[in-house]
């Protein structure tokens, strides 16, 4: 304890005498030394230094009394960015880099959490732009470790959306990424669509659904790599992530892909959802009119029966389901979609497709029950020729 926290104080001593962004640089520098440390002999204080380093060096959470610090100015902030994109882009073993991200990335007991998050989107958007694959690949460890529905990995994926997605229409700089960094890719995809996962009875029908630019994104991205989805399934991290850390469990994006299909079905000849196509549709080169919508969320269904056909194990789970089915009669009451519509027989078609698609193919886990329930309260108020297919899928799911 006394030799860590001689260690500590000589650190300091020699960062105080470094200006901004010296003192990030070199810091960032003494994490790794740090990390380099076997787990076994890297304790609770180094910890704590790789703590207060992040917190008082590289992003000026505190000052040199403990004391919260102001926000880093525009230009600091860019300076930081420029320091972190570089050390990460330099040639590390993979596990050194991930440990790195990860203990810089760490939500703390200090104050500014939400500005370090803010910086990540920031990094996370310069490294797309700049297509810096290291980068990403630690975004891709990052976001599975947190969650890809955790609130931190919703936090940067919302500033992903409205500050970079939603003002650059064209996104070629997110076209590549599913073949450079398709871990990334996968987790990116579950994010937004845990991000988009519908809400309570007060929802805004704009969120109930992505941007279309970013699920014109997805489905190339799926027609291109038809197995995207499944990447983060099929990516072990225990030989990449820090000695004596358990990989966290992985999700791939299908269950959420199905929402918005269903969604879709029900929602785009709603006058209000052409309002917000048009809003999106910055200018007459990006437009894309309810059409074009229709039949991106056509190719995105297409998407999600071949990732089933070719998946193995667990991809979705008769809750998850269910609770999409949930969701779908709650969008219909909140939007007064007629139940004997054209637009809801689509909606509960694709949900059976899905579920006997899954059901065929051994991808749902659970009691399929759930799912039996579900469909039947969709299908209750369906005409009977509308609901032929989907009286057969739930005789199919029957146990």
Known sequence: MMASQHQSKLIRERLCAL????????????????????????????????ADLCAEFIFC????????????????????????????????????????????????SYPGNREKLDIL?????????NQNVPVLMCMGVW????????????????????????????????RDIHHHAPHFAANFMSSVGAFYAGGGKEAKMESELPPILLVRV???????????????????????LPQGSIAMPASAPVI??????????LLLNHAEMKEITEKYSLDAEHRVDVDETKKLYSCLHDGILQTLLSGTGDVMTSKELQDVMDDLNR???????????????LCVERVAQVGLFASQTGTMA??????????????????PDAARFTNMVIERLKP
């Open 143 to 174: 976001m599975q470790q947190h969650g890809t529905d955790s609130e931190s990995a919703l936090c940067v994926t919302q500033r992903i959306i409205k500050d970079y997605v939603l003002l650059v229409p064209k996104l070629s700089w997110l």
């Open 366 to 383: 659970g009691r399929r029950e759930k799912a039996v329930e579900g469909l039947k309260s969709l299908t209750k108020h369906l005409k």
């Open 218 to 240: 997805f489905v190339d991205w799926m027609e291109k790599s038809p197995g995207i989805c499944l990447c983060a399934l099929t990516t072990p991290l225990k030989s990449v």
């Open 19 to 50: 200006d901004f962004p010296a003192c990030a640089r070199d810091a960032i520098l003494e994490i790794q030394n740090i990390c380099t440390v076997g787990s076994s002999t890297r304790g609770h204080s180094h910890h704590q230094i790789m």
């Open 331 to 345: 969008t219909a009451k909140v939007y007064f979609i007629q139940s004997d519509s054209e637009e809801y027989s």
């Open 256 to 265: 959420s892909f199905l929402r918005w299909t269903a969604k879709a079905a």
């Open 61 to 108: 959470q505190v000052d040199a009394r403990g004391a919260p610090a102001p926000p880093l100015h525009p230009l600091q902030e860019l300076q930081l960015l420029d320091v972190l994109n570089n050390y990460f882009a330099f040639p590390l073993n993979e596990m050194l880099r991930n440990t790195v991200f990860l203990t810089l990335f760490l939500p703390s």
């Open 121 to 129: 989107a920031k990094v996370l958007a310069l490294a797309i732009a």
